[in-house]
């Protein structure tokens, strides 16, 4: 199966601050998302994007599909933030899931 | 337009008790997916399915049946359940046929515990 690689796996944040998440995958993919699990465990779509840069509000993303990698913005983080941030890949009909990046956004 | 739903939102089953956990979808998808999630832990796939009547194996499916008999329905069973099938599980779709698109969207978990 495809690899996916997350990083950092962890990540502390001030209210306000700016970050990058990244994901890295070892194959050709059809198809990317990325979602966020919120505290108390539901998992919301936050982009699907195959290729290409997509913005909604302070999030933005970008695959960079031939070079095997995404990336995750958030600008001016808040608390609601907070939780864990998946990356998962699809190729031949199932979907690769990265272990995720924690985040804490500290008020 | 409810999504994905699942059916029981929690459960606590005996060592040994069986069930079956119901995912009911009303966007027209053609594939599901059942998965399990881990304390701290990322997503595993058990079994997924690309349209009725077809199911297949994923990552961890010793212990869980599936069966898919109608299109917007997709059934996880444990015949015999165990503490190490102590989990949250996910319910998931994806592809319609109409949008062309393979957007996977979640159901919002079931919690269950074995004692």
């Known amino acids: 199966g495809i690899q996916v690689e997350q990083s950092p796996p962890d990540l502390i944040l001030q209210e306000g601050a700016n970050s990058t998440l990244r994901c890295n995958f070892s194959d050709s993919v059809n198809n990317l998302q990325w979602f966020h699990q919120n505290p108390w465990g539901q998992l919301i779509n936050l982009f699907y994007i195959p290729s290409g840069t997509k913005q909604n509000g302070r999030l933005s993303a970008t695959t960079v599909a031939t070079e095997r990698y995404s990336l995750l913005y958030i600008s001016s983080s808040q608390t609601t933030d907070s939780g864990v941030y998946f990356c998962?890949?699809?190729?031949?009909?199932?979907?690769?899931f990265g272990s995720g990046t924690k985040l804490n956004v500290k008020p | 337009n409810a999504g994905v739903t699942q059916t029981p939102k929690f459960r606590v089953l005996k060592t040994g008790q069986s069930m079956t956990l119901l995912c009911a979808q009303d966007?027209?998808?053609?594939?599901m997916y059942w998965y399990r999630q881990d304390p701290g832990m990322g997503l595993r796939l058990i079994h997924y399915s690309v349209g009725e009547g077809t199911t297949a194996k994923g990552e961890v499916p010793d212990g869980y049946n599936v069966s898919r008999l109608k299109k917007q329905n997709f059934l996880l069973g444990l015949e015999s359940a165990a503490p190490s099938q102590t989990s949250v599980y996910f319910c998931?779709?994806?592809?319609?046929?109409?949008?062309?698109?393979?957007?996977?969207?979640f159901g919002p978990g079931t919690r269950l515990t074995v004692t």
């Open positions: 998962a890949v699809y190729n031949f009909n199932k979907f690769y």
């Open positions: 966007m027209n998808h053609e594939y």
């Open positions: 998931a779709s994806s592809y319609s046929l109409r949008l062309a698109t393979y957007e996977q969207y």
